[in-house]
């Protein structure tokens, strides 16, 4: 049970954290050259890559 509570609370942390990169402007840096005016990745990703 612990483990499963560490992952779930890891996961809304990098979630939280690549929402955070997409206010701040910074996503557009992590992604290749593709469409820049939708979200192409996703937060747990973003955040996965920033941290």
């Not at 609370?9 to 954290?17: Q, R, W």
Request: proline share 0%; glycine share 6%; net charge positive.
């Amino acid at each position: 049970i612990n483990l499963m509570l560490l992952i779930t609370l890891t996961t809304v942390l990098l979630i939280l954290v690549g929402k955070v990169i997409e206010l701040a402007g910074y996503a557009k840096r992590f992604q290749a050259n593709t469409v820049r005016n939708r979200r192409v990745l996703s937060y747990f990703y973003l955040g996965k890559r920033a941290l």
